[in-house]
């Protein structure tokens, strides 16, 4: 069963860190592009930051460039989002997504996705 599992959403403090991991299970891992979105209440759904399999391409959103950074572990068949310096506008749940291919980009057919993580900045 393919699954993507994500873990480490909790209630935090403005400027504080926090990092959350998903877990891939059931694919092969090294054919997936993995990246990860986020949904604030009333708000469309949006792109955060994907990763390759080498991850030397890994492209992130305007609005959190410079405070977050995605990572893989293709061992471990995880991906992490290391979010640095948050703010209350970062508050949404956070979804792990995965598409085929090699091409880290916003675009493109994210086909498996995770149940998502809550993350709240309180200001």
């Known amino acids: 069963q393919v699954q993507l599992v994500e873990s480490g959403g909790r209630l935090v403090q403005a400027g504080e860190s926090l990092r959350l991991s998903c877990v891939a299970s059931?694919?092969?891992?090294?054919?997936?592009?993995m990246a990860w979105f986020r949904q604030a209440p009333g708000k469309e759904r949006e792109f955060v930051a994907a990763?390759?399999?080498?991850?030397?391409?890994?492209p992130v959103a305007d609005s959190v460039k410079g405070r977050f950074t995605i990572s893989r572990d293709n061992a471990k068949t995880t991906v992490g989002l290391q979010m640095n310096s948050l703010k209350p506008e970062d508050t949404a749940v956070y979804y792990c997504?995965?598409?085929?291919?090699?091409?880290?980009?916003?675009?493109?057919?994210?086909?498996?996705w995770g149940q998502g993580t809550q993350v709240t900045v309180s200001s």
């Open positions: 990763i390759g399999w080498s991850g030397l391409n890994t």
């Open positions: 059931g694919l092969t891992f090294s054919s997936w592009t």
């Open positions: 997504a995965a598409k085929l291919g090699q091409v880290a980009s916003p675009n493109g057919d994210y086909l498996l």
